[in-house]
């Protein structure tokens, strides 16, 4: 047996303020939309991954969800331009990634990160 995806569930009755955050700022896909789930995800293959954890790291509160992106000043720029307040950051931790913390429309504390080592 192989896992070959893993899907976290947003418990919402507003369906549609997904797309603002998830589509129209951080530019995922819409994947799939049957009225009542619409999934948001990448064409291009991802790795699978899940974690367990007792803080956020420099005594952050754990985020909800991580999301790596290429370049993440440019996605801080999109959520500030979009209106989204930023929690944390953007830091620099010492652990290799650049990152800030935003709450997405359904209160989810989401981490938005890039690797800054290789």
Same mark, same amino acid.
């Given at each position: =047996? +192989? ?22 700022? *951080?530019?995922?896909?819409?994947? =799939?939309?049957?009225?009542?789930? !619409?999934?948001?995800?990448? *064409?291009?293959? =991802? ?5 367990? !954890? ?20 440019? !996605?801080?720029?999109? =959520? ?27 209160? +989810? ?10």
């Amino acid at each position: =047996m +192989k896992v070959k995806r893993i899907v976290a569930n947003v418990d919402t009755q507003d369906i549609a303020a997904a797309k603002r955050f998830y589509q129209d700022v *951080l530019g995922l896909d819409l994947l =799939m939309d049957h009225g009542w789930i !619409a999934t948001y995800g990448s *064409l291009e293959e =991802m790795s699978i991954q899940i974690s367990f !954890a007792s803080q956020g790291g420099s005594d952050t509160p754990i985020p909800d969800l991580s999301i790596e992106v290429d370049d993440v000043d440019a !996605a801080l720029e999109r =959520m500030n331009l979009a209106g989204f307040p930023v929690e944390y950051g953007p830091a620099d931790e010492p652990w290799g990634v650049r990152r800030f913390y935003v709450r997405d429309p359904f209160g +989810k504390l989401i981490n938005i990160l890039s690797h800054t080592n290789p």
